[in-house]
């Protein structure tokens, strides 16, 4: 019983559920940069290579025959694997660099000055004693 009462805190503890709220939407958002690598970025650069898609780049090692398929090396698959690498790293970085950016927004923010120490509050006191003191009779 006491391995099913720490396996239960560990999984509610609020870390764990964080992180799995974290995984699910990083899953989404792999879906979304994939797409949009694979429908809006792709194409055009495909254009401007010549109409090349890169996840169809592949050399022949042996061709096919009757009893085997054809043995390829897909360096295509690879370089859109980079490129797709490439593309959520940036998106990662910009969300991190706009977050540190409220942060730091919200760490500059002017807060209150700070109450003025005893000594001061004395001094204030005898220097306007002092120009009281000094000031023409009317």
């Keep these: 019983m006491g391995m099913l009462n ?3 805190a560990f999984a509610v503890r609020g870390n ?4 799995a709220v974290g995984i699910i939407i990083g899953a989404a958002f792999t879906k979304i940069v994939s797409s949009f690598v694979a429908d809006v970025v792709t194409p ?3 254009l401007l290579i ?3 898609d890169f996840s169809n780049l592949a050399v022949v090692l042996k061709a096919a025959t ?3 398929p054809a043995v390829t090396l897909n360096y295509g698959q690879f370089i859109q694997t980079v490129f797709d690498f490439t593309i959520v790293a940036f998106a990662i970085f910009l969300a ?3 977050i540190n950016h409220l942060k730091r927004k919200e760490a500059a923010a002017p807060s209150a000055p700070p109450a003025p120490t005893k000594e ?3 001094l204030t006191e005898i220097r306007d004693a002092l120009r009281e003191q000094n000031r023409p009779s009317a």
Excluded at 16 to 19: E, G, K, T
């Design 120 to 122: 001061e509050v004395l």
């Design 6 to 8: 720490e396996f239960k």
């Design 16 to 19: 764990v559920i964080d992180m």
């Design 96 to 98: 991190v660099k706009g």
């Design 66 to 68: 009757a009893e085997s």
């Design 50 to 52: 010549g109409g090349v």
């Design 44 to 46: 055009p650069l495909g």
